[in-house]
């Protein structure tokens, strides 16, 4: 960083008490009070530089002592004292941290050149020039300093010409920048790199105050040179350094110990980020998207911000992975760790866009796709919070249901979810249990997962008597088809027999015969299964009202006698056979 050096004389101030005065023998003959320091000082030196002093001084003669209050200067007295020093030839050092309240002073004390030549304000305005703004990180630096005197700083072109300054320096080519920055991203290392990363500016520029930074994002941005990506990119970078909510860490001393004057900052901050992002889908990540989201109900937000971002991620949900998903509940009222509520709301405004945009989407390959991974994507994320002691059912239940039929190939992932949550959650009630496995689908499950679910004694009975009533009549229908010969055996079975064989209408007959004798067979297993489902809904419903055992159901039968229908031992007998199919 580049610095101008002024004077030659050593520096004789010193100070006594509340007083700043120099090693001198000549009597001190000006007074001058700023704030709570008195300066006690010498016509001769300041006078001939200072306009502003000649104009209080001019009624009063060489020799009386004069003494003045400039509460109103500004930068205080330390941006005084580098004007008195300049007067007195003593050294100083200006550079990018200290030119702005040194020059708003001089302005101030009207030292310009038509007072006299090679004064204070001509030298800093030159060294502005010159070096300040021909330099990266000075113009960042002298920037930033411009917050102090907001108003000083507007009026002198100071404000305008450093955003110029930063802006062209932005859109230059990175073959062509060969000025310092600062780029700390995790495995960079200039050495390796001797090509300049696009997005090298956006560190320097995130130490600037959220006005400042909001004014050169949007000069930028009107200039259509650099994509929206690395627009993107620049707000991301100003989020993590301003917003330490952005983490994935849940502790509850952070924010009690939050002030309301750093939430309505951080809110400030948040707010603008959001309107900055650029319209173009993809231009920032839809993992940054939901960390602005959940930070945002902790902050209190407007509604209209709320929104937009759950309609921005929405729009991107299919990009997500689990990870995104996973933000701890800001909420007091909520016991869940993860923040299920946050998910719910993007799930549901991207089924509105997807339906909107997607009339026949059935027949549209690359929406059913986006839909199948958004419905991947909540199975996955509910395998991660069913692990969550304090999940409740209903939570659950809401956003397995919110997801559509034609989103899910199969059930074998909501199934996994129900069975990590069966788990975690041994002491759920039976009713809990029938509601949360009544969002499964047993026909929709594959044959593996099907076994795995019959052996399952996390379930409750009426979902595994569900399970065996689908085995069996899968298995009704596998022998069906496999008994019955196909049409044209039978048609070349006919040309093979001698003369006395029967006709083709005998044939049709015999073949209606054995296609009733299968259906009929077939309806029994049926009807037997559907008894049994209707006797273990009945069974549940007693044991859920009374405390004592139910008795076995009996039920005769009209060619075997007696059928023993005690839940427990079907669904023994079912499981063991089930094994023994799988290993036969």
Known sequence: MKFMKLGTKADTF???????????????????QINDITYLLHKFPLLPKCGLLQRFCCDTSDSESVSLELHDIPGGEDAFELCAKFCYGIAINISAHNFVSALCAAKFLRMNDSIEKGNFVGKLESFFNSCILEGWKDSIATLQTTATLPEWSENLGIVRKCIDSIIEKILTPPPQVKWSYTYTRPGYTKKQHHSVPKDWWTEDVSDLDIDLFRCIIMAIRSTYVLPPQLIGEALHVYACRWLPGLTKIKSSGSS????????EKNRKILETIVSMIPADRGSVSVGFLFRLLSISIHLGVSSVTKTELIRRASLQFEEATVSDLLYPSTSSSDQNYYDTELVLAVLETFLKLWKRMSPGAVDNSYFLRSIRNVGKLIDSYLQVVARDDNMQVSKFVSLAETVPSIAREDHDDLYQSISIYLKVHPDLSKADKKRLCGILDCQRLSPE????????????????????????????KATTSHKLPKPHEILLGAKHRPATATTKEEFNREEIRERDHHKTKRSDGKLLALDLEKKMAIREDIEETQSEKARGVKDASSSSGKVDLDPKKIIRRARSKSEHGVKK
């Open 14 to 32: 010193y100070t006594e008490q509340a007083t700043r005065t120099l090693i001198s023998e000549i009597v001190v003959d000006l007074v001058i």
């Open 256 to 263: 009690a110990s939050q002030t309301e004057e750093s939430k």
């Open 449 to 476: 997962v099907r076994a795995h679910a019959v052996k399952n004694e996390l379930l409750p009975l009426r979902t595994v008597v569900q399970l065996l009533y689908f085995e069996q009549d899968k298995g009704s």
